[in-house]
């Protein structure tokens, strides 16, 4: 039992102290540079980390890779890694829509963001799903701004009909 007990406080200890370092390096993410966030992500094993991605994509990312790795295989770590990594995306399991055992579905994601990191987003996906999940389909959402003009007309009119012929002048 005191074994027990001595392990038990060993594991708090252990975990208090990695959460003061990751609540310090996530303070400290807001000044790091560019470079320095690619070798941390590589050095922490953030294995969905993209190098071409701007710099407060990168900073998202690192920050809640945290919490993807502790959820990993769960519908909250893909929606957590899709949200920081591309801006957006929901998972939508198979008894949500009716799909086959096992199954999921991506939607609302940026089809723009999606088609530019494509291999990105698949290794988001292969990395942060459960293995025995089965990827049915992606819905992507196109948004575009534009100028939309709408008009109407609205026309009144009289038929006359116009024939030829004599015209008595008496």
Known sequence: VLLFLFCFLLLLLHLKASEQTHSSLRNVLCTLPEDLLDQLAHDFGVSWWDNDWDIEQKRATFRESW?????????????????????????????????????????????????????????????????????????????????????AVMSVTKKFKLTTGEVNTD
């Open 67 to 151: 919490h993807v790795r502790r959820h990993l295989g769960t519908k909250y770590a893909v929606e957590l890694a899709l949200s920081t990594s591309f801006g957006s995306g929901k998972v939508q399991e198979w008894f949500e829509y009716g799909g086959e055992p096992n199954h999921y579905r991506i939607f609302d994601v940026d089809i723009r963001q999606v088609n530019d990191n494509i291999r990105t987003f698949l290794q988001i996906l292969e990395v942060v799903s459960r293995k025995s999940a089965v990827l049915d389909s992606i819905r992507a959402i196109s948004v575009r701004e534009l100028i939309l003009y709408f008009g």
